[in-house]
């Protein structure tokens, strides 16, 4: 059974990557027959429509505006659907450390003309930080560093940091 599982993910995993985004498995028949050792295996999937991207809608941000977090994730609206472009976006919109959690996912509805929404959600993270070190050595005696940083500053993911280190003492 984990094999025919995988094989099943497989297959919706390649229909997804070919711009089916709704591809599902619609309806399967697994019969055993234990004296000649055989398994017949009926398995169905419905692609669905090639998708197209349409609009990222945005939830769970409180300091970041919506129109920066749609310029980053730059989801490239009118192309075909693909997985790896979510992923790109994903990995767009973690890299600003604005968000704790970043969750893109296919709207359940289809649009007219075969588009799909995407829908972002997020956790933003805590907008200060600050951090402080000692270091000792023999040659330069004691060091004191720190450091405070401010994230999202102006609400488009830009970040102040102010830091500080005194050696030699």
């Known amino acids: 059974t984990g094999m025919l599982r995988d094989s ?10 070919q711009g089916h985004a709704k591809a599902t498995l619609t309806a ?18 419905a692609p669905g429509p090639q998708l197209r991207f349409d609009n990222l809608r945005v939830a769970g ?33 973690r890299r600003t450390g604005v968000f704790s959690v970043v969750a893109l996912n296919e709207s359940d509805t289809i649009g007219l003309d ?3 929404n995407i829908e972002a959600q997020f956790v ?3 907008p200060r930080r600050f951090g402080f070190g000692a270091d000792i050595s023999t040659q330069e005696g004691l060091g004191l560093s720190a450091y ?7 609400g488009g993911a830009e970040r102040l940091r102010l830091a500080g280190k005194v050696s030699g003492l």
């Open 114 to 116: 075969d588009v799909i």
């Open 61 to 93: 941000n409180d300091r970041m505006r919506i129109k920066r977090i749609e310029d980053i994730a730059g989801l490239p609206t009118g192309q075909v659907f693909s997985p790896k472009v979510l992923d790109r976006v994903a990995r767009r919109l």
């Open 148 to 154: 405070w940083l401010h994230r999202n500053l102006f």
């Open 8 to 17: 099943v993910d497989m297959a919706i995993t390649d229909w997804r990557s």
């Open 28 to 45: 399967q028949t697994i019969t055993a027959n234990h004296a000649l050792a055989r398994l017949d295996v009926d398995i169905k999937l």
């Open 124 to 126: 933003e993270t805590k």
